[in-house]
């Protein structure tokens, strides 16, 4: 009996140790196929104000009371931000980011990830951050080559695009 | 039809209920059988996942104490833990990751023993509710663990905890843009991650206690064999297999593929999968829907506790047995000579009668006054119990009659019935009283009596066998008299799937009070007061 019940000790520790080594870092897990990188989109911009800004009239000045007469009213509301991106030609990325925040006052923010063989590419990125109707008002064209398993990152930082 | 089948058919999640409760009775017997009941692991979920919380906290502790908090030296501190001091910084880290592994184990194997075993419904309602929480906080504490590591691993957990946590309307900019290339993170950081991996834990701990505040004697230290069982193996693990680090982070490559931990990070995949909203989706549906079982539907109560303080001499022994604390002891109202009185919280109340079978005045001789003790079951009065054994005892006949006392939750007594077999079944054996045994047998209702119920921990009511079983062994009040002949008592511990076993039992016990009869001789003592718990 006592082997018997010796046997049924070693076999529960050895399946509960085997649980807990086993799935503690088993099996691996792979996020992206291999022979394939990464293209990591993000950035926080603030478009410009929606409706733009204008002066108060005297008429205007006068009802408001003497510490809140600023001459410049804008509105509070931001636009959408607008983001295109274009790899070797075809577009690989298009949205309207709108503002962040209860009023629509924050910035358009972006985190995409991207998963692109690797290998030489051609990016065009593209984005609008005002009122105009066509075009944009940020555009650049940038060749990469990644290497299996690497990741590029793009930000949008004080007027530019940025690449690292 | 029993009473706790009945309850049975009312309840939706009886057909998820069933096979899980089979299945941890399999288990029950054959670790009953493999360790012994006292050390079986699986009566111990709780106070075992308390001992490893601790082992945690202790390796933590260690760790803490040689790790740097730095983009490069928080790395190169848990390489050099790890391979310079293997010996005992080393064994430290894989225990405190192996700890933790156990305990998302044993948290994982407890929810679904409590779900299986119905006890997580009426007043226990509040002990499930505040689980839902400290599961919550121990996957956050063991993922915001793998960051601090920054290594592959760390990145993958960083990166992707981002993506979910940006999911939230509520971050200005993304968080996962802290991730975004080696240039935007920075020390600070690790001092960040350290407190909240630091608080998390601590929080739980809070939470722990009110989890168990409302459970009289909760289990929250593991039998002494079992917790070191569990440590000594635990650190053979961690030297046999050691944890180890994935490589550094860079920011500049993908971490793929990556070897996960799946007990905390199971959901990770799923966003790559179903995206951060759907994530989101898992852990708000589950957690929701685990909040709102305890009334999926409400448990049916039977009538509560009551006081008689005709009877009562605040005695305190009831409010010391109740499993759930539903009994305290107040100042006396009613002018008797006596300090306290019982008074029973309704609402906590479970109604197994464990305090019937404590109170000292639940003595079925009594004859001058009606038989209502200190406290009685409303929905099954002590005299109603003597009513059913007179009538289980009455059409016994043969040598060797036998009365049985079962509960309601175990195996359906009825079944076992007889000519020489008759069956008296109580929401819980704990609420006989240890004179009703005495009772059976010195009136000549039958020739022995056999005490059973469910295993020790997988007691409906938590305590039932172990008070009935210290009862009888005169280790606590009220104690069975002396002068009761324990060779005419038989104690089986068998659940509703181990009722071929129980008749065995009772068969073989029979036959030995027939050849006591007939030789007129005390039974072999190793046969005398037996209580049968595995086969």
């Known amino acids: 009996m006592k082997p018997l019940r010796h046997a049924a000790q070693a076999a529960f520790v050895l399946i509960t140790l085997g649980l807990i080594g086993y799935f503690s870092a088993s099996p691996p897990y792979a996020r992206v196929p291999p022979e394939s990188a990464l293209i990591k989109l993000s950035f926080a911009h603030a478009a410009a104000k929606k409706g733009g800004c204008r002066e108060l009239s005297a008429e205007e000045l006068e009802r408001l009371a003497p510490n809140m007469r600023r001459k410049t009213i804008c509105s509070r509301e931001r636009l959408p931000v607008d983001i295109e991106v274009l790899l070797d ?62 990741s590029l990152a793009i930000d949008f930082f004080q007027g530019g695009f940025r690449f690292e | 039809m029993d009473k706790a089948q009945k309850t049975d058919t009312a309840d939706p999640f009886a057909f998820l209920k069933r096979p899980l409760r089979a299945a941890y009775m399999r288990c029950d017997r054959f670790l009953d059988y493999t360790f012994g009941s006292r050390d079986n692991p699986f009566y111990s979920l709780g106070g075992l996942g308390f001992f490893l919380y601790w082992i945690i906290a202790v390796s933590g502790i260690y760790v803490f104490a040689f790790f740097d908090t730095g983009l490069t030296e928080a ?133 722990m206690w009110f989890h168990v505040n409302r459970v009289n004697r909760p289990r929250i230290n593991p039998p002494r064999n079992l917790a070191i069982a569990s440590l000594v193996l635990l650190i053979a693990l961690s030297l046999v297999y050691p944890a180890l680090s994935q490589g550094p982070a860079e920011l500049s490559r993908v971490p793929s593929p990556v070897s996960l931990d799946w007990y905390y990070l199971w959901s990770y995949p799923l966003v790559d999968l179903w995206g951060p909203g759907g994530v989101w989706l898992v852990y708000f549906l589950g957690s929701f829907a685990l909040m709102i079982m305890p009334w999926l539907p409400p448990l049916k109560r039977s009538a509560p506790a009551v006081v008689d303080l005709d009877n009562c001499n605040g005695c305190t022994r009831c409010a010391v047995d109740c499993p759930y604390g539903a009994i305290r002891m107040a100042v006396r109202t009613d002018g008797k000579p006596f300090e306290r009185e019982a008074v029973v919280n309704p609402a906590q ?39 059913r054994t007179h009538k289980a005892a009455a059409g016994l006949a043969g040598a060797a009659r036998v009365v049985v006392f079962g509960c309601d939750h175990g195996g359906a007594i009825a079944a076992l019935n007889s000519t020489s ?34 295993r020790d921990g997988e007691c409906r009511f938590r305590l039932g066998p172990q008070w009935t079983e210290e009862r009888i062994e005169g280790k606590r009040d009220p104690q069975l008299r002396a002068r009761v002949p324990r060779e005419r008592i038989l104690r089986v511990w068998a659940g509703p799937a181990e009722m071929a076993r129980l008749a065995r039992e009772i068969a073989s016990f029979q036959q030995r009070l027939a050849t006591a009869g007939n030789a007129a001789a005390a039974p072999a003592p190793a046969e005398a007061g037996q209580t049968v718990v595995a086969e």
Not at chain 2, 141 to 148: D, E, M, P, Q, V
Not at chain 2, 426 to 438: F, H, K, N, V
Request: hydrophobic content about 45%.
């Open chain 2, 421 to 454: 077999v008759g069956g008296v079944s109580l929401p819980c054996t704990g609420m006989l009283p240890p004179s009703m045994i005495d009772y059976v047998l010195s009136r000549r209702l039958a020739e022995g009596v056999v005490i059973t119920g469910c």
């Open chain 2, 75 to 207: 790395y190169e501190s848990v390489e050099a833990m790890t391979h310079i001091q293997w010996w005992l910084g080393g064994v430290m880290r894989s225990l405190h990751r192996y700890a933790s592994d156990g305990l998302i184990l044993v948290i994982g194997l407890h929810i679904m023993r409590e779900f299986a075993f119905d006890r997580y419904r009426g007043t226990r309602w509040y002990s499930w509710v505040l689980g839902v929480p400290t599961v919550a906080l121990a996957f956050a504490a063991g993922i915001t663990g793998y960051w601090l590591v920054w290594d592959r691993l760390a990145q993958y957990v960083a990166e992707t905890t981002a993506e979910i946590l940006d999911r939230l309307p509520i971050f200005g900019s993304p968080i996962a843009r802290n991730f975004l290339a080696p240039s935007y993170v920075d020390d600070r950081f690790f001092t960040l991650m350290l407190f909240i991996h630091i608080a998390l834990p601590l929080v739980m701990l809070f939470i």
């Open chain 1, 89 to 150: 030609g075809a577009p690989l990325y298009a949205e309207r980011l709108p503002p962040t925040g209860l009023s629509g006052d924050g910035p358009s923010r972006v985190y995409e990830r991207f998963v692109v063989p690797a290998g030489s590419h051609s990016l065009v990125l593209r984005l609008r951050d005002s009122e105009r109707a066509a075009g944009f008002d940020y555009e650049t064209t940038h060749a990469v080559t990644l290497a299996a398993g690497e």
């Open chain 2, 349 to 387: 109340c479970v109604s197994c009668g464990i305090c019937t079978g404590a109170c000292p005045t639940a003595t079925p001789f009594r004859r001058a006054a009606a038989l209502v003790p200190g406290i009685d079951l409303g929905g099954l009065p002590l005299v109603m119990v003597r009513e």
